[in-house]
């Protein structure tokens, strides 16, 4: 069974920097897309950076020239480095892949993390 785990949230000072990891386990085919999505409390959940199975990469405009989303394909793993954080950037931060499970091709399916919690006091 595929799974995504995330982790590297935490409490930081608006300034600072941290980088999330989000990783795929389980029989994987072929990763689709990979993207980070964050929820503030109160709020809708927004997507904040998104990284393809060709390598494009996609940023929500208020976290352009501040986060960067990278992967490790041997390692499955799809990283956030996120730079000059501020309190508005504070969510439960949620890893979400579009994955073919298996051994040989199939139809991609939806998955979703536990979600990290990312603080950012000012």
């Known amino acids: 069974q595929v799974q995504l785990v995330e982790s590297g949230g935490g409490l930081v000072q608006a300034g600072e920097s941290l980088r999330l990891s989000c990783t795929a386990s389980?029989?994987?085919?072929?990763?689709?897309?990979v993207a980070w999505y964050r929820q503030a409390p109160g709020k809708q959940r927004e997507m904040a950076a998104a990284i393809t199975g060709d390598g494009i990469t996609n940023y929500a405009n208020s976290v352009k020239g501040r986060f960067t989303i990278s992967r490790d394909k041997a390692k499955n793993t799809v990283y956030l480095q996120m730079n000059s954080l501020k309190p508005e950037d504070t969510a439960v931060y949620y890893c979400?892949?579009?994955?073919?499970?298996?051994?040989?091709?199939?139809?991609?399916?939806?998955?979703w993390g536990q979600g990290t919690q990312v603080t950012v006091s000012s």
């Open positions: 979400h892949a579009i994955i073919q499970a298996g051994v040989v091709s199939t139809q991609p399916y939806n998955y």
């Open positions: 389980g029989p994987i085919f072929s990763i689709n897309l």
